[in-house]
């Protein structure tokens, strides 16, 4: 008898020691340096004053009756787009929240290269920010096809992917069930940045122009022969 519990006290010891090294494997794995960043962001999101975010130096603290330094899903990411320190593309359907309007602004003013696409249409509404974007001397571009630009993304440094369900609207952060994922993911951030240039390149107004030049002496020459 014994012997028999001997064996098993041996067996179950191996099996602690064998989940032991993989539970250590494992935190080992999530806490080294320069482990990409993997952060799933959920809305809608508490209401906060964001002006500590925007001014993190400054001694005079927003005065406003909202509740301050609080955590939310939307300042945190407003810290992820605040964060980069070189270029901005974004890539988003409907954009009228003003602060995100005022985060992209600052980048530009900071001298980062900020690249905006949108929707035709949509960059047309009431409330978008995209004609506040192209006063600031930031460089949009609108799909022209025949079929939305529906796309939410935004990579920051060509190294950060922001991306999910949420459109760049006061409603969307504060009323809609959302999701952003963010990530550092190489395989995942690096197809995001060829669509953005895909688009980009589609888009390009002169090129546009160009093509229309060339097609329209067809059309003139076609109503001549007839």
């Known amino acids: 008898m014994s012997v028999l519990w001997t064996v098993k006290a041996v067996g179950l ?44 130096t400054s001694a005079y603290p927003c005065s406003c009756s909202l509740p301050h330094d609080v955590e939310t899903s ?36 900071r001298g980062l290269t900020v690249r905006v696409l ?35 993304f935004a990579v920051v440094d060509s190294r950060l992917l922001i991306t999910g369900s949420l459109n760049w609207t006061l409603t969307a952060v504060l009323h809609n069930m959302e999701n952003i994922l963010v990530t550092e993911e190489p395989d995942l951030v690096r197809p995001f940045i060829q669509e953005f240039q895909r688009l980009w390149h589609n888009n390009d107004p002169v090129r546009r122009h160009l093509a229309n030049v060339v097609r329209k002496p067809d059309r003139v020459t076609a109503r001549t022969r007839d």
Not at 16 to 38: M, Q
Not at 75 to 93: G, M, P, T
Not at 129 to 150: D, F, P, W
């Open 13 to 56: 010891g191996a099996v602690a020691l064998s989940l032991s090294v993989e539970l250590l494997g494992w935190l080992l794995r999530r806490l080294r340096p320069g482990r990409p960043l993997k952060q799933v962001i959920f809305f809608p999101s508490e209401v906060a004053c964001v002006e500590h975010i925007f001014t993190p």
């Open 74 to 109: 939307f300042s945190r990411l407003l810290r992820h787009i605040l964060s980069a320190s070189s270029s901005l593309d974004l890539c988003v359907f409907s954009f009228s929240n003003m602060d995100l309007s005022r985060a992209v602004v600052a980048l530009h003013s």
């Open 118 to 152: 949108s929707d035709k249409d949509y960059s047309a509404i009431t409330g978008s920010q995209i004609g506040v974007l192209r006063k600031a001397g930031i460089c949009v571009r609108c799909e022209s096809g025949a079929v939305h630009m529906h796309h939410k």
